[in-house]
């Protein structure tokens, strides 16, 4: 049961362009929205959340968009650096408040 | 910045053994949390952990497994018989308030336990 969806194992980008990791979500009465950023051989590390009120939040180069109609939603880093290459998860919780893992996003930053 | 530790780094053990996992949590948190990460496969969690109750937890946290706040500082998970499916990386994470309502979860680095 894959409530939280990212269908992309891996993305590549170069250095300085825009890095949009993809999240897709099933259910419904989600209404808070995180991604985490995992370097190898440390544990996760909050990047940036949104709450379904929005569509949109943005902190430096990081902003997370949130379609709710179409329950997806999506980080964009810009510039890219190459400290972040990473695994980036998106997780979701709805009130019960249980925050439910995608399987994760490999960020390649090529030089 | 205060940080989330975990020890062993490493933990082997043969199947059938039963493993503590030890986690001191960010000092001025209240919710404790274990989540496992099995090779490859997504992030999952296992218990959430308040005012030392165990306020949630997954399907995956059956009978086998066990947390405990034996002082004001640490946080365990003990597995009482360990099974090779047991095998995984295990984080604890902790949170001033409840997580991820404007409360990030701090994690530590995890504990790679291995069952053989």
């Known amino acids: 049961d894959q409530q939280v969806k990212q269908n992309s194992p891996s993305l590549s980008v170069q250095e300085g362009r825009i890095s949009i990791l993809n999240c897709d979500y099933t259910?419904?009465?989600?209404?808070?929205f995180l991604w985490y950023k995992k370097y190898p051989a440390e544990g996760p590390t909050f990047l940036i959340s949104?709450?379904?009120i929005k569509d949109k939040n943005e902190d430096g180069r990081f902003t997370v968009f949130l379609n709710k109609s179409a329950k997806h939603l999506s980080l964009h880093i810009v510039p890219s650096q190459p400290g972040d290459s990473a695994v980036y998860f998106c997780a979701a919780s709805a009130s019960n408040y249980q925050l439910i893992w995608g399987a994760g996003t490999k960020l390649i930053i090529k030089p | 910045e205060p940080e989330v530790t975990q020890t062993p780094s490493h933990q082997v053990t043969q199947m059938g053994q039963e493993v503590i996992l030890r986690c001191v949590p960010i000092s001025n948190h209240l919710y404790f949390y274990w989540y496992r990460q099995i090779l490859g496969q997504k992030v999952e969690f296992l218990v959430s952990?308040?005012?030392?109750?165990?306020?949630?937890k997954s399907e995956i946290f059956d009978d086998q497994f066990s947390v405990e706040r034996p002082d004001g500082s640490n946080f365990t998970l003990k597995i009482r018989s360990t099974k090779l499916e047991d095998s995984a990386m295990y984080f604890c994470a902790s949170s001033r308030n409840l997580q991820g309502r404007n409360s990030p979860l701090h994690f530590g680095n995890g504990t790679r336990l291995t069952v053989t």
């Open positions: 259910n419904s009465m989600f209404d808070y």
């Open positions: 952990f308040y005012n030392n109750e165990i306020s949630e």
């Open positions: 949104i709450s379904s």
